[in-house]
């Protein structure tokens, strides 16, 4: 099944206490993104690579790490949380041929920030 | 001024009920639209495409007017399932894969 997982699904962790957050895709896609959804704010995006060894950030970036090593994975670190960086995260990956804009997005990941 | 604006709702319409969301966006140099559907607390999925000439699939019709930078959705024939948040999005022109997120339009279909 074409799908992209996220680890964990929930997650609470102290302020200051190094995290990763993991994102891999099985649809051979180039493109992966990581957004960040707060109530009336929307969906934000954090960092995007358009393939391997290729990142660049987006619109939140700050208190957030990138690495794309290999094509299917695209994990999000937060070196030093902190409680503002409570939300919900998702990730996204789409393929950058074709006219199909459609992303598929992880299953999500809650963070809470103590 | 955000860059993708809904209202946020939220609505609630009966089972049956024809209702309609709105969207509007602020850069003239958006290319793409689209309308996905949030469920609570799960990933946004993409309900469908919006095209300058209008396109429906089934119940569903979108719309876009350049001009007055203006997306539509309109849903007949309410589901109980229709019941999400329905979130308006656009890219950029050059940015193959940006999309930018409106804050989403709540709605509840009622018994």
């Known amino acids: 099944e074409a799908q992209v997982t996220q680890n964990p699904r929930y997650l609470i962790t102290v302020t200051g206490k190094k995290l990763t957050v993991t994102c891999s895709q099985n649809?051979?896609?180039?493109?992966m993104s990581w957004y960040r959804q707060d109530p009336g704010l929307g969906l934000r995006q954090i960092y995007y690579s358009m393939n391997v060894e290729v990142t660049d950030k987006g619109d939140v970036p700050e208190g957030y790490k990138v690495s794309r090593k290999e094509k299917r994975n695209f994990p999000l670190i937060l070196e030093s949380p902190s409680p503002n960086q409570t939300s919900l995260y998702f990730c996204a990956s789409s393929s950058l041929t074709g006219n199909h804009y459609g992303y598929t997005f992880g299953s999500g990941t809650r963070l809470t920030v103590v | 001024r955000k860059e993708v604006e809904q209202d946020p709702g939220p609505f609630n319409v009966p089972e049956g009920a024809t209702v309609a969301f709105n969207c509007t966006y602020s850069?003239?140099?958006?290319?793409?639209f689209f309308w996905y559907r949030q469920d609570c607390r799960k990933e946004p999925k993409l309900l469908m495409s919006?095209?300058?000439s209008g396109n429906e699939d089934g119940r569903f019709t979108a719309q876009l007017n350049r001009a007055s930078q203006y997306i539509s959705l309109l849903i007949r024939d309410s589901k109980l399932s229709d019941s999400a948040t329905y979130l308006c999005?656009?890219?950029?022109?050059?940015?193959?894969?940006?999309?930018?997120f409106g804050s989403g339009t709540q709605l509840t279909v009622l018994p």
């Open positions: 919006v095209y300058s």
């Open positions: 850069n003239s140099a958006s290319q793409s």
């Open positions: 649809m051979n896609h180039e493109y």
């Open positions: 999005v656009v890219t950029l022109s050059g940015s193959a894969r940006q999309l930018t």
